[in-house]
Structures are given as C-alpha cells and as structure tokens.
C-alpha cells in the first residue's frame, strides 16, 4: 500500500481564495482523521469520520471550514474564504478503527501558506 | 479529551548515548502511543503500549507506563543521527480521536 495520500503538498494561495485539501486513506481502514500543525498550538484534530460517516467537527475553526468523504477512498478539506491565519500544515490520517486501540497513518502533510 | 505533556521540550544529546522522553496525562487510558515525526514530514505510529502493560519494546526502542503515576516514558538506546526528530504521545479516552501532546524535539549531534 502506498500509504495515505494528500495533495497538493504544497499550496500557496491568497486571502479571499478557496482552498481544497485532498486524501486519500489507506484501504481498508475506516477511520480518517483531518488535523492541523502550528508552531503555536501543536496538532489540533479538525474533523473525523468513521465508515464516510462525519463524526465529530467541534475542532474546525469556523464556517469557512468543511470536509466531506464522498466513499471510502476520498476526502477533502476545504476553506472558503482562505485567509492568513488559516496558514499551517494539514495533515490526514487513517486508521482501522477509532480510540487509541489502533496506531495512525498519516499522510506526508499539506503546508498551505495564505498571503 | 485530554492532551499528554511531554517533556522534555528539547533534548540534544550525542550519538550513541540515550534518549529519555517522557509524557504525563491527567486522566485514566485505554493505550497510549508514540510517534515521531522528522522535518517536513507526516508522523509515523512507534509503539502502542495498553493501559495493563508496563514495558514494551521495538528495537532500540523501549516504552514504559506508569498508570499510578500517569506517565510514560520514551526511551531510545544507542541513538543515531537518523534519530532527529520530534516525538509525541498520543492519548484517547475510550473511543475518542487521539490528543496529541506538543512534542519534545531531539537532537542527536554526531
């Protein structure tokens, strides 16, 4: 397996402009995870769905932000508009099942920067 | 939920010594687990240890847990330059998402 999938692993954009996230989870796994990494406040959990299902979506900031998953093997992450505090590294993880029964797979990141 | 706290923050230590990290909580866990993650890259799971477990190994690694104490530590033996990185706890309470600590970032100088 290639492991869990995100695109683009770099996005640069500008205030005001929607962005979307994407990824691709290992197959298999049921559980997927959106977090966020700052300097200032570490890894924040966003949103988690299990079996395409959202779950829980306390952890996005604001209405700019939403996340579908479509099927098994898609998500996305969008912000719409973008603006620069927005700027941090995403990053997608899977997993067989939620809790801490199950290690994560995340993906290599995200770094989006909004100028 | 609840967040580990690790420390500490940084460590910078030459190679082929040890590398102690530790991880305090404040509530009761189900497992908890540690991941590293180098520069510019996504983390990657190390170990899982369950709540009924003291000791666990995988290579060079060794994870110990103390319920009564509520802490963990993170030991790598014999540490190489590859090793530079940042390693975090992750913790859940029953079937919620991993809260993941802030991190301690190592060094290791060769």
């Known amino acids: 397996d290639a492991g869990v999938i995100q695109s683009p692993r770099h996005e640069v954009t500008e205030m005001g402009q929607e962005v979307t996230l994407r990824c691709k989870p290992i197959?298999?796994?049921?559980?997927l995870f959106w977090y966020r990494q700052t300097m200032m406040r570490g890894l924040e959990l966003l949103i988690y769905?299990?079996?395409?299902?959202?779950?829980?979506d306390s952890g996005m900031p604001e209405d700019r932000f939403s996340a579908k998953m479509p099927n098994a093997s898609f998500s996305t992450l969008k912000i719409q508009p973008s603006e620069p505090r927005d700027s941090a590294v995403y990053f997608c993880?899977?997993?067989?099942?939620?809790?801490?029964?199950?290690?994560?797979?995340f993906g290599s990141g995200t770094r989006l920067t909004v100028v | 939920s609840q967040q580990g706290e690790e420390d500490p923050q940084a460590l910078s230590i030459q190679e082929g010594e040890n590398a102690t990290m530790n991880c305090s909580y404040k509530?009761?866990?189900?497992?908890l687990q540690w991941y590293r993650q180098n520069s510019g890259r996504g983390l990657v799971h190390l170990i899982l240890i369950r709540s009924n477990e003291r000791e666990k190994h995988s290579g060079r690694l060794r994870v110990t847990l103390d319920t009564s104490k509520k802490s963990s530590s993170l030991l790598i033996t014999a540490s190489r330059a590859a090793d530079t990185a940042s390693y975090f706890c992750a913790l859940s309470s029953g079937n919620t998402p991993l809260v993941f600590g802030k991190g301690t970032r190592l060094s290791v100088i060769a």
């Open positions: 769905f299990n079996n395409n299902v959202p779950i829980d």
């Open positions: 509530t009761s866990i189900n497992n």
């Open positions: 993880a899977s997993s067989l099942g939620l809790g801490s029964n199950y290690g994560y797979t």
């Open positions: 197959s298999g796994h049921n559980s």
